[in-house]
């Protein structure tokens, strides 16, 4: 409805945690949608109307405007955003991860890589001394708080 009004939607969306389909999405950012338009010449009216729309955040009465730069690093970002743990958070190669189910469950490991589009992912853990590479499915893993810790696969292995 909006786009035939000319005006520019961006919804972002991520993988859906779970679902077994690799095209399931859900919303990065629930209930809000970013619109690119001249208020001017269309006004508000057909903002806050749009179906599923619960209204415009205001600032002042003033719509609120987010820079086009950071919509892009924002697109850029959710667009390469292929894998996400149990939670539905995004994983990148370096972030800290928690194994929450199977015979690894509990250990904390490093999320290195993607390997199947069916969610499949290679994880490293330290084990005996040494770090050692795991596959398992991304919906067993947690993300972990806190920075991701890319000094780890670089760190010699104390003996």
């Known amino acids: 409805m909006l786009t035939g009004r000319g005006i520019e939607v961006y919804f972002p969306t991520v993988p859906a945690p779970g679902r077994l389909h690799r095209s399931a999405r859900r919303a990065f950012f629930p209930c809000y949608l970013f619109v690119q338009t001249d208020l ?12 599923g729309v619960r209204g415009v955040v205001m600032f002042g009465g003033v719509p609120a405007r987010v820079a086009g730069n950071l919509i892009d690093a924002l697109r850029n970002r959710l667009e390469r955003a292929d894998v996400v743990d149990v939670d539905g958070k995004m994983l990148e190669p370096g972030d800290r991860v928690f194994i929450t189910a199977g015979p690894l469950a509990e250990l904390e490991g490093v999320f290195d890589q993607r390997l199947s589009a069916a969610g499949r992912v290679r994880v490293l ?16 893993l947690r993300k972990t708080s806190g920075m991701p810790r890319r000094d780890l696969l670089s760190a010699p292995a104390r003996l």
């Open 40 to 51: 001017e010449t269309a006004g508000l009216w057909p903002l806050h109307y749009a179906p």
């Open 125 to 140: 853990i330290r084990l005996l001394q040494r770090w050692t590479v795991v596959e398992t499915d991304a919906k067993m």
